[in-house]
């Protein structure tokens, strides 16, 4: 089993901004292509944002575009997902997905935007 790390959720007024990363131990994120899911309570879990592995085609699905940014450090084998201007409806568990070989789901991170 492989699996990523997440980090740099936590609880921010509507509006703000925080950065997830995404880091690999075990191989090279710049290989496989990365996606960022989240899933809110009661919700399946949905695709924010992707990053292919050969060529950085980036992809963002409609209710994020223009305020998150997903990007790749291939010198710290991390990606990260910088979220500004951040509403409520993006409260969720944030996951970072691979599509390197037996991929195991990691645990997430909480983003909770909230007044």
């Known amino acids: 089993q492989v699996q990523v790390q997440e980090s740099g959720g936590g609880l921010v007024q509507p509006g703000g901004s925080l950065r997830l990363s995404c880091v690999a131990s075990e191989f090279m994120l710049s290989n496989y292509a990365t996606r960022w899911y989240r899933q809110a309570p009661g919700k399946e879990r949905e695709m924010v944002a992707a990053?292919?592995?050969?060529?950085?085609?980036?992809w963002y699905r409609d209710s994020v575009k223009g305020r998150f940014t997903i990007s790749r450090d291939n010198a710290k084998n991390t990606v990260y997902l910088q979220m500004n201007s951040l509403k409520p409806e993006d409260t969720a568990v944030y996951y970072c997905h691979s599509d390197v070989f037996r991929f195991t789901w990691g645990q997430g991170t909480q983003v909770t935007v909230s007044s």
């Open positions: 990053i292919s592995g050969i060529d950085s085609t980036i």
